[in-house]
C-alpha cells in the first residue's frame, strides 16, 4: 500500500494485498491525476488495470451546492486531468488497447448539497461492445465480464448484469436481491479534521447524522420495491 494509512483501506484490506499499488490518501485532482500518472508510467505493461478516483466534485457539492460555481469548476477540472491521462495513452500507444469506463457512484440532489436521493448516474466510454444502459451495478459487472471473468462463478451473485449485448428487460428488484439486515462493516477510524467538517455540516443542517434505520431509507431510495434505478445517460466516445 503505498502512502495510505490503514484504516483508509476498508474494504480494501485484502485485495490491496494483489495490487502493484494502492493510494488512498485525499488530494484534490490536480494532484491526484499526476499521482496516477506516474503509478500508471511505473506499472505499464501490456495487460494493466488502473482506477483512479476523483473526489473534488463530491466535495464541491457538499460544501457548496450542486448549483455552485465551484461544482462546475470541480466536473471541468476532472474532465481536463482525465484529458491528460487520455493523452498519455495515446502519447504510450496504449489507448487503442485500452478500455476507459468514466462514471459516478451517484448523482447530487437538484439545488442541495445532499445527495439523498440522486441514485442515476452515467457512463462514459470507449468499449464498442457496451451496448444499453442499466444501472450503477450493471457497470462493475461489465468491466469483470470485459476482463473475462465468469460471473456466474461470483458468491454472492452480483446485482448487476454486463452492459453488452441485447438489453435485459428490467424487472422489480426482488426481495432476495437486498440483504434482509443491514450489512455490517467495521467502524472505520476517522481524522480529527474529518470529523470536525461533518460536525459543522451537521451543525448548519447541511448533513444529517445516520442513524439504525438510514440503511432502510437508502434501500427504499434504490427502489428495493419497485423498479432498480437506472442509468440515465449512456455515452459512447
Given at each position: 500500500?503505498e502512502?495510505a494509512?490503514?484504516?483508509y483501506?476498508?474494504?480494501?484490506f485484502i485485495?490491496?494485498?494483489?495490487?502493484?499499488?494502492?493510494?488512498?490518501e485525499?488530494?484534490d485532482?490536480s494532484?491526484?491525476a499526476?499521482?496516477s500518472?506516474?503509478?500508471?508510467?511505473?506499472?505499464?505493461?501490456?495487460?494493466?488495470?488502473a482506477?483512479v478516483?476523483?473526489?473534488d466534485?463530491?466535495h464541491?457539492?457538499?460544501m457548496?451546492?450542486?448549483?455552485s460555481?465551484?461544482?462546475?469548476?470541480?466536473?471541468?477540472?476532472c474532465?481536463?486531468?482525465?484529458?491528460?491521462?487520455?493523452?498519455?495513452?495515446k502519447?504510450e500507444g496504449?489507448y487503442?488497447?485500452?478500455l476507459?469506463y468514466?462514471?459516478t457512484?451517484?448523482?447530487?440532489?437538484?439545488?442541495?448539497?445532499k445527495?439523498?436521493?440522486?441514485?442515476?448516474?452515467w457512463?462514459?466510454?470507449?468499449?464498442?461492445m457496451?451496448?444499453?444502459?442499466?444501472i450503477?451495478a450493471?457497470?462493475?459487472a461489465?468491466?469483470?465480464?470485459?476482463f473475462?471473468v465468469?460471473?456466474?462463478?461470483?458468491?454472492?451473485k452480483?446485482?448487476g448484469?454486463p452492459?453488452?449485448?441485447v438489453?435485459?428487460?428490467a424487472?422489480?428488484?426482488?426481495e432476495?436481491?437486498?440483504p434482509?439486515?443491514p450489512v455490517?462493516?467495521?467502524?472505520r477510524?476517522?481524522?480529527?479534521?474529518?470529523?470536525?467538517?461533518?460536525k459543522?455540516?451537521?451543525?448548519?443542517?447541511?448533513e444529517?447524522a445516520?442513524?439504525?434505520?438510514?440503511?432502510?431509507?437508502?434501500?427504499?431510495?434504490?427502489?428495493?420495491?419497485?423498479a432498480?434505478?437506472r442509468?440515465?445517460?449512456?455515452?459512447?466516445?
Amino acid at each position: 500500500m503505498e502512502g495510505a494509512r490503514e484504516y483508509y483501506s476498508e474494504p480494501f484490506f485484502i485485495t490491496r494485498r494483489a495490487l502493484d499499488a494502492f493510494d488512498a490518501e485525499r488530494r484534490d485532482v490536480s494532484v491526484t491525476a499526476p499521482v496516477s500518472l506516474s503509478y500508471l508510467e511505473r506499472f505499464k505493461s501490456p495487460r494493466f488495470m488502473a482506477f483512479v478516483h476523483f473526489s473534488d466534485p463530491d466535495h464541491a457539492n457538499h460544501m457548496f451546492g450542486s448549483d455552485s460555481r465551484e461544482y462546475r469548476e470541480a466536473a471541468m477540472a476532472c474532465d481536463h486531468w482525465l484529458g491528460k491521462i487520455v493523452e498519455w495513452l495515446k502519447k504510450e500507444g496504449l489507448y487503442a488497447d485500452t478500455l476507459i469506463y468514466v462514471t459516478t457512484d451517484h448523482g447530487a440532489d437538484l439545488h442541495s448539497h445532499k445527495h439523498n436521493n440522486a441514485p442515476h448516474s452515467w457512463l462514459a466510454t470507449n468499449d464498442p461492445m457496451v451496448t444499453h444502459g442499466g444501472i450503477l451495478a450493471d457497470i462493475p459487472a461489465t468491466i469483470l465480464a470485459r476482463f473475462g471473468v465468469d460471473l456466474d462463478r461470483i458468491e454472492p451473485k452480483l446485482i448487476g448484469r454486463p452492459l453488452t449485448g441485447v438489453a435485459e428487460v428490467a424487472g422489480p428488484v426482488t426481495e432476495a436481491d437486498w440483504p434482509a439486515t443491514p450489512v455490517a462493516f467495521p467502524r472505520r477510524k476517522v481524522s480529527w479534521p474529518v470529523a470536525l467538517y461533518h460536525k459543522v455540516m451537521r451543525y448548519l443542517g447541511l448533513e444529517k447524522a445516520s442513524d439504525g434505520h438510514d440503511w432502510k431509507r437508502r434501500h427504499a431510495r434504490l427502489g428495493r420495491t419497485g423498479a432498480p434505478p437506472r442509468i440515465s445517460r449512456l455515452e459512447t466516445a
